[in-house]
């Protein structure tokens, strides 16, 4: 049968497709800027029907509308495998969690660890003339999450940008359930913060590590965005890009003639991402872009792909690290905030990359809300606090007082090491919490 004839079968409203949904049904909305938006409120209307409807998701651009029920413990139960500020300010209502992972894991999660997904339903792209669905920015763990699950809806919006691969990016017709056409929303968008003058002198420590040729991998937020805008504005040459995540400063680093790829080991010449969020001309540039490819994560991440390619140069931010070199950037105490994603995927590849280097950074204090500051080395992380990357796997460190490299240091010469980078106003006290532990030699500085 054509193509053409399947979808017309298939084609049918959002409020017939999410009819199939029963209560204490596990449901799937994908990911990030894939997340449904029809089916989604299609969904939240029936919600005096349906109780304890477990979701998947993660890293939500917008607050969906199953959030806005009332009571929404009762019948929606949000799941998220990453959590934006939308997902985190969710906590409270008591129907949202954390799913704890390596990224880089999540397609195996599904495959052989989650036993069943009753309904899966996410935005694609337009049916092309095979036949296929794009996945857009967001290929991640979705062909992972469409064997796994018992029906799959698609919900086609226009304006999703095709971004080409070569393995699980797409789903053919004849593997989908029902297909509801959307309102063609423009693609949400995620604007990275103002780099600070902070992140900026934190961005300078680091891009004077990063020799011609390297390939370079970019966590979310002001101090990454930072580093790409440095980057861009450098005189590198033949860079590459392979990133869990896509972000605006790639563009950038692009356009200023940073990137070739020429120099990679693998994906020669492509920047290669999991998924990809950031303004309309990110998603501009993406779109049926061969320089780009969209990959699953459990090749973009996968420690062993990172070690393949040379001078690997992964950047990434954390909310506070101790004396021992314990990275903690999830949580603050026992307050979620985002998520494991792939740090330690590329603190772990990075250090395995033949002149591979594992940036971890962060502004050396913080303001809490009534004003106060703080320091973000801290003697041990706050009781509670998730070891996103262990002492072990540590490799740099870097604030706005510089950088320091701890592997093969002993705790002392750590704790001296990591103190240096400190805001001066905190070193002192830090040197007495040093000495009550036990890690602080008498022949150290002072």
Not at 54 to 73: E, H, M, Q, S, T
Not at 92 to 100: E, H, I, R, V
Not at 258 to 266: D, E, F, S, Y
Request: hydrophobic share 40%; net charge negative; charged share 25%.
């Amino acid at each position: 049968m054509d193509v053409k004839q399947i979808y017309e079968q298939k084609l049918c409203s959002a409020e017939e497709a999410v009819s199939i949904v029963k209560s204490g049904d596990w449901i799937d909305y994908g990911w990030c800027s894939g997340h449904p938006r029809v089916l989604d409120e299609a969904l939240a209307a029936r919600h005096e029907e349906l109780h304890d409807v477990k979701v998947r998701g993660g890293v939500c651009l917008w607050k969906p509308a199953i959030f806005d029920v009332p009571n929404p413990a009762e019948h929606f139960i949000w799941n998220s495998w990453h959590m934006s500020g939308v997902e985190r300010k969710h906590i409270a209502t008591g129907a949202c969690f954390y799913s704890p992972l390596r990224y880089s894991e999540l397609p195996k999660y599904y495959r052989n660890h989650i036993l069943e997904n009753d309904v899966l339903m996410f935005q694609v792209g337009e049916m092309d003339e095979h036949g296929y669905f794009n996945f857009g920015p967001n290929p991640s763990h979705l062909a992972a999450a469409i064997e796994k699950s018992n029906k799959i809806i698609v919900e086609v919006n226009k304006n999703f940008p095709k971004c080409y691969g070569g393995f699980e990016e797409c789903i053919h017709v004849s593997q989908v359930d029902m297909i509801v056409e959307g309102r063609n929303d423009p693609i949400a968008e995620l604007i990275s913060p103002n780099a600070s003058d902070i992140d900026f002198q934190v961005a300078k420590f680091i891009v004077e590590e990063i020799p011609n040729g390297a390939c370079i991998q970019l966590g979310i937020g002001g101090m990454p965005n930072a580093v790409g805008k440095m980057i861009a504005g450098s005189d590198l040459k033949d860079l590459g890009v392979h990133t869990e995540m896509y972000v605006d400063a790639f563009v950038e680093m692009t356009e200023n003639g940073r990137v070739t790829g020429l120099k990679k080991n693998i994906d020669k010449g492509r920047q290669v991402f999991a998924f990809a969020a950031g303004s309309k001309k990110l998603y501009d540039f993406i779109d049926r872009n061969p320089k780009v490819m969209a990959a699953p994560v459990n090749y973009t991440n996968d420690i062993r792909t990172l070690a393949s390619i040379d001078n690997f140069m992964s950047i990434n931010n954390a909310v506070e690290f101790d004396l021992f070199g314990q990275i903690n950037a999830e949580s603050s105490g026992t307050a979620h905030i985002s998520g494991a994603g792939g740090q330690l995927d590329f603190v772990l590849g990075a250090y395995l990359s033949k002149g591979g280097k594992s940036f971890i950074c962060c502004s050396s204090t913080f303001k809490t809300r009534d004003g106060e500051v703080k320091s973000r080395i801290v003697p041990t992380l706050r009781a509670g606090s998730i070891v996103t990357d262990t002492r072990a796997n540590t490799q740099i460190l870097v604030t706005e007082f510089g950088r320091v490299e701890i592997k093969g240091m002993t705790t002392w010469q750590r704790t001296e090491a990591i103190i240096g980078i400190a805001h001066p106003d905190f070193r002192d006290q830090l040197i007495k919490d040093a000495e009550n532990m036990k890690i602080w030699r008498q022949s150290n500085k002072k």
